[in-house]
């Protein structure tokens, strides 16, 4: 089934997903921790993507637990399989039909993914299912809050965010409210009927001097993936320039080598009990 953003089996960024959880590992995993996993879990990462949570995930499951991964894009299964190094554990399925019987687990982890279903209502409801009596849903989703990359200069970066989500609906063909599901995880899973419904955010934040994993993502997933030559048509051109010379690490003002580089995100989960 085509997601919103245009997902299909051969759509592949994986390299972004790598660079992502890098970063975020610190993070991610203290999530984890948080859901007090036990031995002898089976827990499912759906939009389990290259794989790198779901091994820590199964991680924190031994003795005993077994741990499955699911992801739409064939490339990401075969990145996935790498990282676990288990073939068997991770599957090429759209996440509304998905091959596993009625609740068949204790946890569901999902990262990332409400804003690629293409019915997250039906969604919810596939993953109620899969669900045992008691077992309960993760749902992590990032940049709830805008944002904050260039904390001296708050208006280049209200319009280089203004311009990312302008370009993102022009390229996908949705209005925001299309997309609403991304801050609206609270009352997707009220609706749906989950029990226990419950919210915390997690603040990814960094300083300089940078981690390498931390200017990798920023510089290679944000700076020239994310933002880059596409910017162009939705920024002034002086705004574009000032951007460009941030983003570029050859130049002198590049942002990350800055002593008052800054950089805040929020990671927020949401729980609920079948």
């Known amino acids: 089934m085509r997601g919103v953003l245009g997902d299909t089996p051969a759509r592949d960024y994986s390299q972004k997903l790598k660079q992502f959880n890098a970063f975020a590992r610190p993070e991610l995993c203290r999530a984890m921790d948080d859901l007090g996993l036990q031995a002898g879990m089976r827990v499912l990462d759906a939009g389990c993507g290259t794989g790198d949570a779901l091994a820590w995930l199964g991680a924190r499951i031994q003795p005993g637990g077994v741990a499955m991964g699911v992801d739409l894009s064939l490339a990401h299964v075969e990145a996935a399989r790498e990282t676990v190094g288990d073939p068997t554990s991770v599957i090429q399925a759209d996440l509304l039909s998905m091959p596993f019987r009625r609740e068949s687990f204790d946890l569901i982890w999902s990262v990332n993914v409400v804003h690629h279903l293409s019915n997250a209502v039906d969604a919810m409801q596939v993953f109620k299912d899969l669900l045992r009596p008691g077992g309960r849903m ?9 944002d904050m990359y260039f904390a001296w200069d708050a208006r280049l970066e209200r319009a280089t965010n203004e311009a990312v ?12 409210r299309e997309l609403t599901s991304v801050r609206a995880i609270v009352g997707l899973m009220r609706q749906t009927g989950w029990r226990n419904v419950r919210a915390h955010s997690y603040l990814i934040e960094r300083v300089s001097p940078l981690h390498r994993d931390d200017e990798v993502y920023l510089a290679e997933t944000i700076f020239r993936q994310s933002w880059g030559e ?4 939705y920024l002034s051109p002086e705004d574009y320039e000032a951007l460009s010379q941030l983003s570029d690490p050859a130049h002198p003002k590049f942002a990350l080598r800055r002593p008052d580089f800054h950089f805040l995100q929020t990671l927020s989960f949401v729980t609920g009990e079948r």
């Open 230 to 233: 596409r910017l162009k048509p």
């Open 138 to 146: 993760a749902m992590g989703q990032s940049s709830f809050l805008a």
């Open 165 to 176: 989500r302008q370009y993102y609906r022009d390229r996908y063909e949705v209005s925001e």
